[in-house]
């Protein structure tokens, strides 16, 4: 993707010239790497250096370009490795890629985190190689519920999506993402707007993306199983955040991702909606600094 072109220009035309700036000066030096894996493609960004090794995992975006001021602020600390999703509807896909993409570059210790959808696949592969993990963080996200009503929701919501037309769907898609950004600043707004409908005027995000994203939830409903009692053998810290307003989450699922990991830290925002790594940004980089230093 060139850093800016017509499109760019267009899009983030209501965005301050500074952030302009600053978001083309990340792309010019955080470019993409590939890497194929099982007959998929792999995106992402590895920043190299650092002694901890710090995994950050997209969320229904699908694509680390939502969070990249928070990128840029760990890889002062961390070493960063953020990939894109391929285009699966598979959690083992999600899991094995990733652990094997590290594998690859030669990481064997990490800490993991996950927003959203993402925290969702950062479990798989908590639960899959507890052994390699330090940190766990888990925020604004659920966790695997024998709830019949979820499976059905999620079963209708595929169908309902399969029959759509892509141009239906990607619309009613940005409109259910634009709710997820209440609660970011005024200064801040214009730019997220903009990168979230630039994620689906470059077709990042299309009706086969989020046939995935549906398909991709129904696995881990269905098909992933743990429990309390195994995350209480493991040595890998938790940690989890939660807002006290998030649109995001189903009711009910902070709960129940705290009685999953029972020995976890917890922390809470106050009205920091579904995106508080944007929202309270510092106060969120806090939060993830001290926990990674126990």
């Known amino acids: 993707m060139p850093a800016m072109d017509a499109l760019f220009d267009r899009l983030f035309a209501n965005v301050s010239s500074t952030q302009r700036r600053e978001i083309l000066n990340f792309r010019e030096t955080h470019q993409f790497k590939t890497r194929e894996i099982a007959g998929n493609t792999w995106e992402y960004i590895d920043t190299e250096e ?23 602020a760990f890889e002062k600390r961390y070493r960063v490795i953020a990939p894109s999703y391929p285009t699966t509807g598979s959690m083992n896909v999600l899991r094995d890629g990733i652990i094997s993409l590290l594998d690859e570059i030669g990481i064997h210790r990490f800490a993991i985190i996950g927003s959203s959808y993402g925290g969702v696949v950062a479990q798989c592969v908590l639960h899959a190689v507890p ?48 709710k997820l950004l209440d609660g970011i600043h005024t200064e801040q707004r214009d730019l997220y707007d903009a990168l979230l409908v630039e994620h689906f005027a470059r077709k990042w995000l299309t009706k086969k993306e989020f046939v995935c994203h549906y398909q991709g939830l129904l696995d881990f409903h269905s098909n992933f199983r743990f429990s ?67």
């Not at 002694?51 to 370009?65: A, E, K, T, Y």
């Not at 009205?271 to 106060?283: F, L, N, Q, R, T």
């Open 50 to 72: 650092g002694n901890i090794n710090l995994v950050m995992v997209p969320g229904g975006m699908r694509r680390p370009h939502i969070g990249w001021r928070m990128l840029q």
């Open 131 to 178: 052994d390699r993990i330090t940190h766990a963080i888990l925020a604004n996200t659920g966790t695997i519920s024998e709830n019949p009503d979820i499976i059905k929701r999620l079963e209708r919501g595929l169908r309902i999506i399969r029959m759509l037309p892509n141009r239906v769907v990607t619309w009613g898609g940005l409109r259910s993402f634009k």
């Open 228 to 294: 309390p009692e195994d995350s209480l053998t493991y040595s890998t810290k938790v940690l989890l955040i939660d807002s006290s307003h998030d649109p995001g989450v189903l009711d009910g699922a902070s709960a129940a991702l705290r009685e999953m990991y029972p020995n976890a830290t917890t922390h809470t925002f106050l009205e920091g909606g579904h995106m508080p790594s944007i929202s309270k940004a510092d106060e969120f980089k806090k939060v993830i600094d001290d926990f990674l230093l126990q």
